[in-house]
Every structure is written in C-alpha cells, then in structure tokens.
C-alpha cells in the first residue's frame, strides 16, 4: 500500500513570499500520478498542480511549481510570490497508475496561513 | 462546465433516520468517487463507481449504501448512522478510473448525527 507524508502540520508566512510544502511518499510502483490539492476554509477541494511520475519534468502553474525527485520519493510544492487567498488546507496526493487503490491516497495535509 | 454539485449542504439526522446525499456531474466522467472527511483529516476513499457499476468498496459498514441511478448521478443512503459517523461527505468524479485524471471535487454534505 501507497503512503504519503506531509511533515508540516502547519506553515505561516507572510504575503509575497515564498514557501515550500513538503511531500514524501512510499510506493513500488514505477507509474504512478502526484497531485497537490487545496482545500480553502469551508470551500470544495481544488487541485493545484499534477505530476506524472514518468515524466522529468517538473510541473507549473502559474506561481505554484513542484520539485520532483522521483529517486528520493519527494514531491515538494513551491508557492511564489504568495497571496492571502492562498490560505488553505494543502494535500499531496497520491495515485497508482491502475490495478491497485482508484481513490487518491492523501497526505495528512499542511494548514498554510498567508499573513497580510 | 467542470462543477461537481451535491445536495444537501447540511444535514442533520437522527440514530434512526433515514436519508440520502446526492451528487451530480455533468461532464461526461466515467468514475465517481465517495470519501469521508473528517475535521482537520485527509479525505478518506469510501466507494468507487466505474460506468455506473460499483468498482471499489472500502470496507465501509454497511449502514453506507452506494447508488448510481446513470452516469451523472451518484447517491448515497444512510441508515441507522452512528454519531462517529458525522463528517464532511464528498463526492468527486474523473474522466476514468484508470490513469492519472484529475478528480473533481463536490463541495461536500456537512453530516451530523444526533
């Protein structure tokens, strides 16, 4: 079974600066997806960003960016130049490429906070 | 469109009442998804549908009843829920099962049981 760990419980900054989220996962598997999701306060899961784990190169959207390190099993989210609506919980997510668990397997998630 | 909608927002029930959330999609997905979250807690998977058909079932208790009426809409039927049970519900959807598709998400049913 897959599992993904978020070792930061909670992240404050303040806005316009950079911060890195941490991710790491345990999988044997070769192919497989990463997604981080936002949850903003009492609003619907949104994703933020998604990584294919063939694939070099490391996503972006926008300000949101992720360092992927496949032999390190690590999935890091980049947030810059951050705003208060950034605010939100953060999930990184896990997903096998097929045969095993269809749900996403989630971190336990990191409480960001965006001070003004 | 790329909404996910559930109804109801709230919901209040007793021990032993009976009722049902729902969730619909208009996009064309293949797969919907059911997951219970709790406060402060990663959404946990509860039920897989894949073209309509029950793919995936978590060892939920079977107090849970998963339905899918077509290819929109996915319910779920409560009975006889205990006060653990209260939660957020959420319902997401993807292009397929298989692969790495985005999943969708619902804004959720907030849960209480009294």
């Known amino acids: 079974a897959q599992t993904v760990t978020q070792s930061q419980p909670e992240m404050s900054v303040q806005e316009a600066e950079t911060v890195t989220l941490s991710c790491t996962y345990d999988?044997?598997?070769?192919?497989?997806?990463l997604f981080w999701y936002k949850q903003p306060p009492s609003r619907q899961m949104i994703l933020v960003i998604r990584?294919?784990?063939?694939?070099?190169q490391n996503a972006t959207e926008n300000r949101f960016s992720v360092n992927f390190q496949k032999a390190a099993k690590s999935f890091s989210l980049k947030i810059s130049d951050s705003q208060l609506g950034d605010t939100a919980m953060y999930f990184c997510?896990?997903?096998?490429?097929?045969?095993?668990?269809?749900?996403?397997?989630f971190g336990k998630g990191t409480h960001l906070i965006i001070q003004p | 469109d790329t909404e996910v909608t559930q109804t109801p927002k709230h919901l209040v029930m007793g021990m032993t009442n009976k009722k049902s959330l729902k969730c619909e999609q208009h996009m064309g997905h293949r797969a919907m998804y059911w997951y219970k979250q709790k406060a402060k807690k990663p959404p946990e998977l509860m039920f897989v549908?894949?073209?309509?058909?029950?793919?995936i079932n978590e060892s939920v208790p079977s107090r849970f009843s998963p339905e899918c009426p077509n290819s929109s809409l996915l319910n779920l039927h409560l009975h006889a829920l205990q006060p653990e049970d209260s939660a957020l519900y959420l319902c997401?959807?993807?292009?397929?099962?298989?692969?790495?598709?985005?999943?969708?998400f619902g804004p959720g049913t907030r849960l209480t049981v009294t």
């Open positions: 997401a959807s993807s292009q397929d099962r298989w692969g790495g598709y985005e999943q969708y």
């Open positions: 997510a896990f997903r096998d490429s097929g045969g095993g668990a269809d749900g996403l397997t």
């Open positions: 549908y894949s073209y309509e058909k029950l793919s």
């Open positions: 999988t044997s598997e070769n192919n497989y997806y």
């Open positions: 990584q294919e784990a063939y694939k070099q």
